[in-house]
């Protein structure tokens, strides 16, 4: 499934809102849309007018188990889903779990979708590293100025070299 992490270091740069408006778009495609937040803030499903169940599962164990199916939730747009998030996905989540995490929990999800929207915290942490190599595309909201240009450089140039590393052990184990 074709997916797109929107990400920036920088905070209030618009990559929730990006998020949204690039899924409720492709929604209205016809495509077959899931938004992950992957913010501990949790603003996402809020933002789409989504009342939760009061006992689903939290995100990290849903996401460490390969459980994230059992989370996605309907938005009131049509074609538009969300697996919400909450402060389980601290910054000890994903601790020594391996950078392709999430995408492994992404892999295992069984609903059809035609592409999975990424929304990260402001942070280059596990959470954002994790959101990166699970992504096909990068999409790096910014203002137009040089305090926000950048914290940009600085997403690109932090996660290189993980990434790489990552990549290399990756194709290593296909060998
Ligand atoms: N294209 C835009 N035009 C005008 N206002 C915008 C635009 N995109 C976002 N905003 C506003 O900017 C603020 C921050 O946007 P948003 O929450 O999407 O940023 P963020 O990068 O996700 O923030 P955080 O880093 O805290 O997660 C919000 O009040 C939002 O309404
Ligand atoms: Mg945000």
Same mark, same amino acid.
């Given at each position: 499934m074709p997916t797109i992490c929107i990400t920036n %270091? #920088?905070?209030?740069?618009g990559k929730t809102m990006t998020a949204i408006n690039l899924g409720a778009g492709l929604a209205r495609q016809d495509q077959r849309v899931l938004l992950v937040d992957l &913010? /501990? %803030?949790?603003p996402l499903a809020a933002g789409l007018g989504v009342t939760l169940p009061e006992d689903l599962l939290p995100l990290a164990p849903a996401i460490l188990d390969r459980l994230l199916g059992r989370i996605v939730v309907p938005t009131p747009t049509a074609g538009l889903w969300v697996v919400p998030s909450d402060?389980?996905? &601290? =910054? %000890? =989540?994903?601790? #020594? #779990? /391996? /950078?392709t995490t999430i995408r492994r929990a992404l892999r295992a999800l069984e609903q059809p979708f035609d592409f999975i929207v990424l929304d990260t915290p402001p942070n280059l942490d596990l959470v954002t590293l994790n959101a990166i190599m699970a992504a096909d595309w990068l999409m790096l909201p910014c203002d137009v100025d040089k305090e926000s240009l950048i914290p940009s450089d600085f997403v690109v140039h932090s996660f290189r070299p993980p990434m790489e590393a990552a990549m290399s052990r990756w194709w290593s184990q296909l060998e």
């Open positions: %270091q #920088k905070g209030g740069c &913010d /501990p %803030q949790g402060t389980s996905l &601290d =910054a %000890q =989540a994903l601790y #020594k #779990k /391996p /950078p």
